[in-house]
T-cell receptor, first 112, second 118 residues
Framework: SQELEQSPQSLIVQEGKNLTINCTSS?????LYWYKQKYGEGLIFLMM?????EEKSHEKITAKLDEKKQQSSLHITASQPSHAGIYLC????????????FGKGTRLSVIA | GAVVSQHPSWVICKSGTSVKIECRSL??????MFWYRQFPKQSLMLMAT?????????EQGVEKDKFLINHASLTLSTLTVTSAHPEDSSFYIC??????????????FGEGSRLTVL
């Protein structure tokens, strides 16, 4: 969707390295969801951010939402092969009961 | 545990047959549910919005007569792919919002249904 830009489209990192995935909206976000997906499988919920400046962490994954609520980043520290997969950001662009708009995804490969 | 359940997880059917996929909200009522489709190596694309007690609204390019949506109760929406063809083979996933969670409600996704049409 042009409303939501996700980058990079693909990423290959060496095990143990850090990486960042970005998600930028042309509109103010009411919420931003991060998911991980393995090919052909369902979505694994990672984190949801709703407040400007909010930051959440789970294990080695940290997600942030900027103060303007238009940009979010997902940072993985000391990447492991288990982090490999497709990462999707989903934007909540409405205040009502509206669907998420998804970025195109980032395909992450972690090599030993 | 899952708060939105989708069934079946996968289905294989012959060309020309119809397939029904169910999406249930397990511990909250959902007046609205969303149906997405995901083709290989692509992101999730919204197909339609299912509204309890009224007609679904479809995104541009989605054939409403081919993808029948019924939202007969506050916890169940069904997507029927009619006269399925191989090009309908895809990953279909539903979502629903629990409006009582978070500031604007929290969206939950079903497990997804992989449809293969032979």
């Amino acid at each position: 969707s042009q409303e939501l830009e996700q980058s990079p489209q693909s990423l290959i990192v060496q095990e143990g390295k850090n990486l960042t995935i970005n998600c930028t909206s042309s509109k103010t976000l009411y919420g931003l969801y991060w998911y991980k997906q393995k090919y052909g499988e369902g979505l694994i919920f990672l984190m949801m951010l709703q407040k400007g400046g909010e930051e959440k962490s789970h294990e080695k994954i940290t997600a942030k939402l900027d103060e303007k609520k238009q940009q979010s980043s997902l940072h993985i520290t000391a990447s492991q092969p288990s982090h490999a997969g497709i990462y999707l950001c989903g934007a909540d662009l409405g205040s009502g009961n509206t669907p998420l708009v998804f970025g195109k995804g980032t395909r992450l490969s972690v090599i030993a | 545990g899952a708060v939105v359940s989708q069934h079946p997880s996968w289905v294989i059917c012959k060309s020309g047959t119809s397939v029904k996929i169910e999406c249930r909200s397990l511990d909250f009522q959902a007046t609205t549910m969303f149906w997405y489709r995901q083709f290989p190596k692509q992101s999730l694309m919204l197909m339609a919005t299912s509204n309890e007690g009224s007609k679904a609204t479809y995104e541009q390019g989605v054939e409403k007569d081919k993808f029948l949506i019924n939202h007969a109760s506050l916890t169940l929406s069904t997507l029927t792919v009619t006269s399925a063809h191989p090009e309908d083979s895809s990953f279909y996933i539903c979502s629903a919002r629990d409006i009582h969670r978070g500031n604007t409600g929290e969206l939950f996704f079903g497990e997804g249904s992989r449809l293969t049409v032979l």
